[in-house]
C-alpha cells in the first residue's frame, strides 16, 4: 500500500499554476459521485459540464494518470483534485475497481510485463556483446599488438580511447560503442573527421581564453560569446558551446569577474582534457567526451549495467535549457548511499515528466550514464512497491531482475515485477518517511570526491541531517542567491535541527525538501 501524501507533494505535480488553482475546486466531496482507493490506485466519477461525469484515476505506483476530460494537461485538474481528497483521507478503502478503472490497470500491467522482458532481452544482448568484443580484442591484442589500438584515431592523436572505449558500459567493457572509434557501425574516418573539427575548435577556444586574460575580463562581449559559440557548433563540439553561450548570464550576477574567471579555467581545463584524453584513465576521458558533446544514447545506457535499490525521490527543479523546459529530479539509494539525477525535458506548452514525486521511494533499476563521477541516470525498470523491510540487492548483468518496463502513455515507468531468489533473504530494517541524511563535513567530502573526478560537475544531491537553518547559511554551507523564499524552512524549523535535502552548486546550495516532525514532506 502507497503511504499518503502531503498536499505539497500533490501540488507539486501541477503542471502550471492554474491546474493547482483548478484542483482545489474540485477537491471536495460534493463534486465525486464516486471514489475509491485500493491502496495501490485511486479511481472517481467528478461531476462536469456535460450530462455524465468524468472518469478519473491514478496509479499510484507511478504515478499515472488516466482521466475522460478533454484537457491536455497531465495531470488535469480533476486527477490532481482526486489526489488531494486523497491525501486529506477523503477517499474511501474499497474492493471492488470499476470495470473502466480495471481495464486501464490491467492494461498498464501487460504493457510493463512486455517492456521489462524487452529490457531483459536488450540487456542479455548487450553482455553477450560485449563478451564477445573483449574475447576479440584479446585476440586481436596478440596479432597485432599496440597497432590495433592506434586504428581510426584519425588526425588528433587520441587512438587509444578513440577505438576501444565503449559509451554506453563501464570503462574497460571493450565490447560499447566506442564514442570516437569505428565501433556500433560507426564509420572510423567519419569520427576522425569530426575529432579533427572539434580539436580545432577547442585549439581556438584555448587562444581565445588566452586573449581575454591578457586583455581583461571587462573586454569580453555578449555578441563575443554568442560568435564563439556558434563556431564551436560548427567545430561540432556542442556541449562547449553551450557553456559559452551561457556566459552572458555570469557576467549579469554580483562578484562577475571571479565567476567569470572560474568558468573561462574551466573551459580552459576541457580543452585541455580533450587534446590529452589519451592520457587519461578511460572513465575520465568518457567524462571528458560527454562534456564536449558526444553523446551517449539513451538505448546504451539502458543496455548497460543497472543499480537496484529503494531510492528516495528528494526534491526537483525546473529550468529553461536550450530553449526547452527541463526537469532535474534528484534520487539518493537507501542501501547503497548512492546519489542520481533524472533527467527530463520538453517543448514550451508542453508537461515534464511527472512520474517521480517528491518525498517518496521508489524501488527501482537505474542505469548510470558513464564517466568518472557518474551521476544523471535513467530509470530502467520500476518495481511494484513491497514491504519496506524488503533487502535491496544491486547487480550488473541481464536477467537478476524481473519487473516493469518503460511506458510512454503514463509520463513514467510501470512497475510489475519481483527480484529472484539469489537477492532475497536477510532480515530488513523497516524504513522512516525521512532519508538517511550525513553532517556538513561528510557532505563536502562526498562533493570533493564527486568534483575530483568531474570537476565540470555544477550541482550534486545532498541529505543533511540535525541542520538548523539560518537566514543565509544551512549547515555551514551559504545559500544560493537564487535560492527563492527561505521562511517556510525557518517556519518549519522553529529553531530545530531538520533533515533537509538540497542541490549543493559551486554559487550555494539549494533547499529542496524537509520533513516535519509528523514525518509529513514539505516542498521548499
Known amino acids: 500500500m502507497i503511504e499518503r501524501w502531503s498536499r505539497d507533494q500533490v501540488l507539486a505535480l501541477a503542471p502550471d499554476a492554474p491546474s493547482k488553482k483548478a484542483a482545489q475546486g474540485v477537491a471536495t466531496p460534493g463534486k465525486w459521485s464516486l471514489r475509491g482507493t485500493t491502496g495501490d490506485a485511486v479511481f472517481g466519477e467528478c461531476k462536469g459540464s456535460g450530462a455524465k461525469p468524468y472518469l478519473a484515476a491514478v496509479d499510484l505506483t507511478e504515478p499515472a494518470y488516466r482521466c475522460s476530460c478533454p484537457s491536455r494537461k497531465f495531470p488535469c485538474k480533476h486527477a490532481l483534485g482526486l489526489l488531494l481528497l486523497w491525501s486529506a483521507d477523503g477517499v474511501p478503502e474499497v474492493e471492488a475497481v ?7 490497470l490491467a492494461q498498464r500491467a501487460d504493457r ?12 542479455a544482448a548487450s553482455a553477450a556483446e560485449n563478451a564477445d568484443g573483449a574475447a576479440g580484442s584479446e585476440v586481436g591484442s596478440e596479432a597485432d599488438g599496440a597497432a590495433g589500438l592506434d586504428a581510426g584515431s584519425g588526425a588528433d592523436g587520441a587512438a587509444g580511447l578513440d577505438a576501444g572505449s565503449g559509451a554506453g558500459g563501464p570503462a574497460g567493457s571493450g565490447g560499447g560503442s ?10 572510423a574516418g567519419a569520427e576522425s573527421v569530426r575529432h579533427t573539427r572539434v580539436a580545432a575548435g577547442l585549439a581556438e577556444l584555448e587562444r581565445w581564453l588566452a586573449d581575454q586574460v591578457r586583455q581583461g575580463l571587462s573586454g569580453a562581449a555578449e555578441d563575443d560569446w554568442a560568435g564563439l559559440a556558434k563556431r564551436l557548433i560548427d567545430a561540432q563540439a556542442p556541449g562547449v558551446a553551450g ?13 562577475w569577474p571571479g565567476r567569470l574567471l572560474e568558468e573561462y579555467s574551466l573551459l580552459n581545463l576541457l580543452a585541455i582534457a580533450y587534446r590529452q584524453r589519451a592520457e587519461l584513465p578511460a572513465d575520465l576521458a ?5 562534456r564536449v558533446g558526444f553523446p551517449v544514447t539513451r538505448e546504451e545506457v539502458l543496455a548497460g549495467p543497472v543499480t537496484r535499490d529503494r531510492w528516495d525521490v528528494l526534491g526537483s527543479r525546473d529550468e529553461e535549457q536550450d530553449r526547452l523546459a527541463a526537469r532535474r529530479v534528484w534520487l539518493r539509494g537507501r542501501r547503497t548511499g548512492r546519489a542520481a539525477l533524472i533527467l527530463s525535458f520538453a517543448p514550451p506548452g508542453q508537461a515534464l515528466d511527472a512520474s517521480l514525486v517528491t518525498g517518496t521511494i521508489i524501488d527501482a533499476d537505474l542505469a548510470f550514464y ?3 563521477s557518474p551521476l544523471r541516470a535513467l530509470v530502467a525498470t520500476r518495481h511494484r512497491p513491497t514491504d519496506p523491510t ?12 524481473a519487473g516493469g518496463g518503460a511506458e510512454r502513455g503514463g509520463h513514467g515507468f510501470a512497475g510489475g515485477g519481483s527480484w529472484d531468489g539469489a537477492a532475497q533473504g536477510g532480515a530488513g530494517v523497516a524504513e522512516g518517511r525521512v532519508p538517511p541524511g550525513v553532517t556538513p563535513e561528510e557532505a563536502m567530502e562526498e562533493i570533493g570526491v564527486a568534483l575530483a573526478g568531474d570537476p565540470w560537475a555544477d550541482s550534486w544531491p545532498i541529505v543533511l541531517a540535525g541542520v538548523v537553518p539560518e537566514e543565509t547559511s544551512l549547515g555551514g554551507f551559504p545559500l544560493h542567491p537564487r535560492r527563492g523564499d527561505i521562511w517556510r524552512l525557518l517556519a518549519v524549523s522553529g529553531g530545530r535541527p531538520l533533515t533537509v535535502a538540497a542541490e549543493w552548486t559551486p554559487q550555494g546550495i539549494r533547499p529542496l525538501t524537509t520533513w516535519d516532525e509528523d514525518e509529513a514532506t514539505v516542498i521548499l
Open 286 to 290: 568518457q567524462t571528458v567526451l560527454m
Open 390 to 401: 524488503t533487502p535491496t540487492a544491486t547487480h550488473g548483468g541481464a536477467g537478476s531482475v
Open 370 to 372: 558513464p564517466g568518472a
Open 243 to 255: 557553456i559559452v553561450s551561457r556566459l552572458a548570464r555570469v557576467r549579469a550576477v554580483d562578484g
Open 112 to 123: 510493463a510485463a512486455k517492456s521489462a522482458a524487452r529490457a531483459e532481452a536488450v540487456r
Open 98 to 104: 470499476p470495470s473502466w478503472a480495471a481495464e486501464w
Open 178 to 187: 566506442g564514442l570516437g572509434g569505428a565501433v556500433g557501425g560507426r564509420a
